[in-house]
């Protein structure tokens, strides 16, 4: 793009961050487990008003606003990889038989589960993303870490992406509800290895540490079928990515999901810490990071940011106007 375009664009995007940032960021919520802050790990609050917006196209042209630099975890943004890796490594029918396509309309941690097919909704809640963590292919579970890692490195085309250690023990000292998922789904026969081993795989995903700027690259990625934008290189095949983007429109937001698309109409996928991508097909991706979350679990200027664009740029995938 011209430097008059580029100028044009980063303008826009700075008015809208301008514009939601003077919008309540929502409440940085706590633990459902222990009443600990999922974000900031210590004192809820303090970081709530870090706030930052990213684009970046097919093209590799980039685009950030407000904090960008700042470091988060990925915390649900993971299951989307672990998803595509479990596909890549199992193939569709053999994941399909085991973790299934359907959105839950329940919140993200919750225990009921698809009971006609024995096996959680989708893989974009935690009882999905631990049977997709367990998917993942490898000796043991330093390799399937190290797996899960090469995905996001290679999507983010940033190696420097790890799991945050500080991050992964408060999960970890915290873990009851999904450690107590975990061996409910064994004993039900929907997980079937070592139920602590595929619970720790499940928590050092969702503890990588991202910026706002990683996920905006992470959804271009996506946006162009599995090619890195900065890196060019072919990442993940095209028809899985296909698959992967499906389930994030029926499924990447919870019991918020039916509502997302609905209203903005593109794949996208949140996490507790505040984080939300979004994916235009065949043109950009959006990363937004602002940790004050609604009743859903979503981050609230994430989904202002979203919708904005959305609106005013006209991204629904079903609009033609
Ligand atoms: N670590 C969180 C959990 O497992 C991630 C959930 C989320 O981001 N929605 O509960």
Redesign the pocket.
Known sequence: PSPDARRRVQARLDELHERCRAEPPGAVQRYYASGRGYYPPNEAGVESEHFAIAGVTIDGDVHEVGDAEHVFPL??LSKVFSYALALADRGREHVLARVGVEPSGDA??SLRFDERHKRPFNPMV?AGALVTSELVAGDDADERLARILAVLRACAGNEALAVDPETFAG?LATADH?RGTAYLMRSLGMLHGDAEEVLRLY?QQ?SVGVTARDLAVLAATLADGGVNPLTGDQVLPRRLVRDVLSVMYSCGMYDFAGSWSFDVGLPAKS??SGGIFAVIPGKFGIGVFSPGLDAY?NSVRGIDVCSELSDRLGLHVFATE
């Open positions: 915390q649900s993200f941690n935690n999960e999904n928590l969702c996490g507790v679990g």
